[in-house]
Nanobody, 123 residues
Framework: QVQLVESGGGLVQPGGSLRLSCAGSGLTLDYYNIGWFRQAPGKEREGVSCISSSAGNAYYVNSVKGRFTISRDNAKNTVYLQMNSLKPEDTAVYYC????????????????WGQGTQVTVSS
């Protein structure tokens, strides 16, 4: 059974940090482009960052550049999203997804999705 499981969300103060994890089972994440998406209340889901298969090229949307870092640990079959200097507008449910198109944020190009983890940035 293919599964993606996110963890690491929580409540953090503005300026704080969190590291999200996306663990795969039933699929080898290194073979996929892994994307992180988020959905804030009342808003559409949006792509945040992705890391390409094999070469591990990282992509970020402008709103998180310089603050978020995506990385892989192939031995653990896990992709991470390190989030620093968090802002209230980063509050959302964060999802990871696996697809075949490197650098894409098109949700239709992702085949597998996790259940999401809540990130709340508030004082």
């Amino acid at each position: 059974q293919v599964q993606l499981v996110e963890s690491g969300g929580g409540l953090v103060q503005p300026g704080g940090s969190l590291r999200l994890s996306c663990a795969g089972s039933g699929l080898t994440l290194d073979y996929y482009n892994i994307g992180w998406f988020r959905q804030a209340p009342g808003k559409e889901r949006e792509g945040v960052s992705c890391i390409s298969s094999s070469a591990g090229n990282a992509y970020y949307v402008n709103s998180v550049k310089g603050r978020f870092t995506i990385s892989r640990d192939n031995a653990k079959n896990t992709v991470y999203l390190q989030m620093n200097s968090l802002k209230p507008e980063d509050t959302a449910v964060y999802y990871c997804a696996a697809g075949y198109y490197d650098g894409s944020y098109d949700e239709d190009e992702y085949d597998y999705w996790g259940q999401g983890t809540q990130v709340t940035v508030s004082s």
